[in-house]
């Protein structure tokens, strides 16, 4: 989504996600007791985020491979873009806000484009724990939450992570791919309606929805929201990514969404993410084969009780017998422990599903089946 806001003329993005505040917290030179030096501040954020400022770095979101023939990336003048932030602070208090501010000034700046024609700045948290320290210095932000349907999330998360990172293929991880799909956005439900929203990934493609965003963070709809790029450059895919856009696909490609996750996951591990998720499913309009009644509601706890689809793979009595023969009695143990947590987890969810449902956040989507729930 952020890729697409890449060209907006009103709105300010910086390079993908950039932790600011983050390293605002930690950096030791913002923390010294005594007046902060903004160009010792500057080579310290700069020697932080370089990758953001030298693309071609950037082998894990592929921006080494820029523009229509994937052999462009994005190099910023380090100088011309310190002096910017410079200027721009000037005799300013130099904090967090001030110097939120003038980067992504500077970055826009850096690469020439109008910053006097910029309404609004579009910053990417990417995880909810960095969302209270931003949230102090802009106050009056606007939320938006992007989701995916959580059962195919679940698949991509886990596979696509154990493909790319061996240290992600253990016992704890499938867990930890759930708990962030699930509950992570949790604390969101205590903002008002005005204040947050939540977007399909699979609506980047609809012309109508994006309108429906324009609207709600009131900046005019542009073409360029139907464009992939980063500065500019044609983006082709970060490297999880299993599938890539054709030639053809210059913005979002609804292709990329699909990952088959119905195949992957067996039925049971289904039917039973489809019950304690029946609230959300529904919210978001994403297919169920949720079933109501007094059986169903019986069988389930017993069915939490089966190991899952990624569970069986470290079950399975191979990977218990080497672990066994490697003397890794730490792994051998967790293969039990992480189901046991998991557990708990979806006993937690199931008994959730006997209370009133609860309100989701509201959709940025203007689609027919969900209007009238919108409005």
Not at 139 to 160: L, Q
Request: net charge positive.
């Amino acid at each position: 989504f952020q890729s697409l806001l890449d060209g907006h003329p009103e709105i300010f993005v910086f390079n993908g996600q950039i932790s600011i505040h983050e390293w605002w917290i930690a950096s030791r030179f913002t923390q010294f007791d005594g007046p902060l030096d903004i160009d010792d501040l500057l080579y310290d954020f700069l020697g932080v985020h370089l990758i953001k400022f030298r693309s071609r770095y950037d082998h894990f979101e592929r921006k080494g491979i820029l523009g229509e023939n994937q052999c462009e990336s994005i190099n910023i003048d380090l100088d011309e873009f310190r002096k910017h932030v410079r200027f721009l602070i000037g005799n300013k208090l130099i904090d967090s806000r001030t110097f939120s501010i003038a980067v992504y000034t500077a970055y826009d700046l850096c690469i020439g484009r109008d910053v006097l024609s910029k309404r609004i700045f579009f910053h990417h948290i990417h995880r909810i724990h960095n969302l209270d320290p931003y949230l102090e210095d802009f106050p009056d932000s606007k939320i938006i939450c992007m989701t995916r349907d959580p059962r195919a999330a679940y698949v991509s998360g886990v596979e696509h992570w154990r493909r790319y990172n061996a240290s992600a293929d253990n016992s704890a991880y499938p867990l930890y791919v759930f708990y962030r799909i699930i509950e992570e956005a949790r604390p969101l439900l205590s903002f008002g309606a005005e204040r947050v929203r939540a977007l399909r990934l699979e609506d980047l493609g609809d012309r109508d929805v994006l309108k429906a965003v324009c609207l709600w963070l009131d900046v005019d709809y542009n073409r360029c929201l139907q464009k992939s790029t980063w500065a500019g450059l044609r983006w082709w895919g970060d490297t999880l990514s299993e599938k890539k856009p054709s030639a053809e696909d210059h913005g979002f490609s609804e292709n990329m969404a699909v990952n088959n996750w119905e195949k992957k996951l067996r039925w049971l591990d289904v039917y039973v993410m489809d019950y304690i998720l029946a609230d959300r499913l529904n919210w978001f309009g994403y297919p169920s084969r949720h079933s109501y009644g007094i059986f169903a509601k019986f069988i389930i706890p017993f069915l939490i009780l089966l190991p899952t689809t990624y569970e069986r793979r470290y079950l399975s009595p191979k990977n218990l017998v080497q672990k066994l023969l490697r003397f890794q009695i730490k792994d051998f143990v967790r293969a039990f422990y992480h189901p046991l947590r998991r557990m708990v987890v979806f006993f937690k969810m199931y008994t959730r599903t006997m209370v009133k449902p609860e309100p989701w956040l509201l959709q940025v989507n203007v689609s027919p089946k969900h209007r009238e729930k919108i409005e």
